[in-house]
């Protein structure tokens, strides 16, 4: 089923190799609810906890893609979530740090990735704020709809760096890929729309 998962985002123009793989090899079905299993290799978002999704695979596989991961990079992940996207990106070889504001999503997925042997730093937190204390970050990918570019991300993207974000006030967002070059100055383009949930301020639950 992840075999014809993968041949599915190729026809849907997924060309970056390490990222096919890693989709081919991280099993989806352990983020889904297990009455729902069958359809986990379905290129189709679904709900989690707390009211949330797991993205559908397009979309994380394309975000990852504009995300340009190379191994060793430091990445910092906004929306946790089921813990799906932040698995591929520690299959790309990254050093992954990614933050949570739902306290039962973040509980959960720390417990399930490290059942499963992935090793990231999990923080429960308002992914707004970012890290400062680990900034800066090579790679920052969000995974939740943000009203507007946080400045503070911005700030803890290295020079050379790139954010890849949506952005949007609504239920559709566009995808944004944010460069900063050495010299500090940003260039941001366009890549597509998108629907994701809304990013929300300050911590939920204790
Ligand atoms: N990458 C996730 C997608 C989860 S949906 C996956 O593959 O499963 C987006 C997540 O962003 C939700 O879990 C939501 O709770 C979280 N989120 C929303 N606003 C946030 C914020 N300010 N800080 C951190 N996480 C946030």
Known sequence: MRKQLVALLIEKGIRDTSILQAIGKVPRHFFIDSQLDKFAYQDMAFKIDAGQTISQPYTVA????????EKGMKVLEIGTGSGYQTCILVELGARVYT??????LYDKAKIQLSRMNYHPKFYFGDGYAGLPAFAPF????????APKIPQALLDQLKP???MVI???????????????????????????????VPMLKNKSGT
């Open 138 to 145: 090579d790679r920052i990918l969000v995974t939740c709809g």
């Open 62 to 69: 394309r975000q990852t893609e504009l995300l340009q991961v």
């Open 99 to 104: 933050i949570e504001r739902q306290r039962q």
């Open 166 to 196: 949506p952005v949007g006030e609504g239920e559709i967002q566009i995808m944004k890929v944010i460069r900063k070059d050495l010299q500090g100055n940003i260039q941001i383009n366009d890549e597509g729309t998108y629907r994701f």
């Open 160 to 162: 050379g760096g790139i």
